[in-house]
């Protein structure tokens, strides 16, 4: 037995390593998410990336991406060019180093996260159609401010209503309240996460019921990596229950009560969702966290009505963590649901997918 399970193991590594060091295929393609006319970055059938930069004076550049550094090499014309290794499906994150300097590419659209404004690539996924721009009612995404007093300020939202929206009225609508991760923002969904391209295709598909998504900035207090101990939800509870649920449901038409709302978020906004929840179940009566921890039974004992627990993350990380904690809870008889995204670790395809499964259980 031990023998098949090391030859096991020696073939997934070998099957692993292989799938790194195949010699490149030549199929480059530029990537959906380049500047208006920028052929590079570049992305293969394999998922690698080939980036390219014009910096005639430059001494040295790298490719930065997945927290590994590629060398670039110029040419007799002053232009850099290097290729990562094959990448995971979905979105990433990357930048250059110009002389150490970490820099944007220019070729690339810029999106908000890892702390800053800049570059991001996608990788071609099997299942890309779930977020595609397709032939379909499109609903609207709205950007809205709103007053906090708490922190004095004007804050931003985004809002997307259903293509139905505008044509009914007289319909109220169901709220999901979606919350973004570390180094991001209120923009992060609805760019990175493409949130109005999944919901008007499962509606348009019959696979959800039509409601609205609020996503907005859950930080309103600074918190440093490796510091999420010391964190307080309390003032943004206070935005989101306080001032941003309050304004929403009295400028959009909404179905203002607790049978009719859901929170969900991914990594930090995960986090933060299961301490709102946790702390106010007279508010949400759905939950979900995307690659942002898990509920147990105990957690729950209080929240005896709440209708839906979902708990996703990718199969790179921590899967019997959420198959067990939905089990769990089931076995303590509360609606729970696990998700896994095969093949994706931290990252944006994980938490759309994510989104799209949980998007169809909600408020049925």
Not at 148 to 174: I, M
Request: glycine share 8%; net charge negative.
């Amino acid at each position: 037995m031990k023998r098949i399970v090391f030859m096991a193991a020696f073939l997934a590594a070998a099957i692993n390593a292989g799938s790194q060091n195949a010699e490149p295929v030549d199929d480059f393609k530029p990537s959906p998410v380049n500047q208006p006319g920028h052929a590079y970055p570049m992305v293969d059938s394999q998922g690698r990336v080939k980036a390219q930069l014009f910096a005639p004076d430059a001494k040295y550049v790298q490719l930065d991406i997945g927290g590994v550094k590629y060398d670039m090499v110029k040419d007799e014309e002053g232009y850099w060019t290097g290729v990562s290794n094959p990448q995971d499906v979905g979105f990433h994150y990357y930048q250059l180093v110009v002389d150490g300097a970490m820099v944007p590419d220019p070729g690339s659209l810029f999106f908000f996260g890892a702390c800053r404004y800049g570059s991001g690539i996608e990788i071609p996924a099997p299942d890309s159609d779930i977020f595609a721009l397709k032939n379909v009612p499109h609903g609207q995404t709205h950007e809205i401010y709103f007053n906090s007093p708490s922190t004095g300020e004007e804050r931003r939202a985004y809002v997307y209503t259903p293509a139905e929206y505008s044509k009914n009225p007289d319909k109220r609508y169901p709220v999901l309240y979606l919350q973004h991760g570390y180094c991001e923002n209120e923009t992060s969904w609805p760019l990175q996460g493409r949130v109005n391209f999944i919901m008007d295709n499962l509606i348009a598909e019959g696979k959800a019921v039509p409601f609205i998504v609020v996503m907005t900035y859950g930080m309103t207090n600074d918190v440093q990596m490796g510091g999420l101990r010391n964190f307080d939800i309390k003032p943004f509870q206070t935005v989101l229950v306080d001032e941003l649920i309050p304004y929403i449901d009295s400028n959009f038409r909404t179905l203002a009560n607790r049978e009719n709302r859901a929170m969900a978020g991914l990594s930090m906004g995960g986090f933060e969702t299961r301490l709102v929840t946790l702390a106010r179940p007279d508010v949400f009566s759905r939950y979900g966290l995307f690659s942002g921890g898990t509920y147990s039974p105990d957690d729950l004992k209080d929240h005896k009505d709440v209708k839906l627990v979902f708990m996703g993350c990718g199969s790179k990380e921590f899967p019997d963590g959420v198959n067990n904690a939905a089990t769990a809870l089931n076995e303590a008889g509360f609606n729970a649901v696990s998700y896994v995204s095969e093949g994706t670790a931290h990252e944006f395809h994980t938490w759309r997918r994510c989104l799209y499964e949980m998007a169809q259980l909600l408020f049925k």
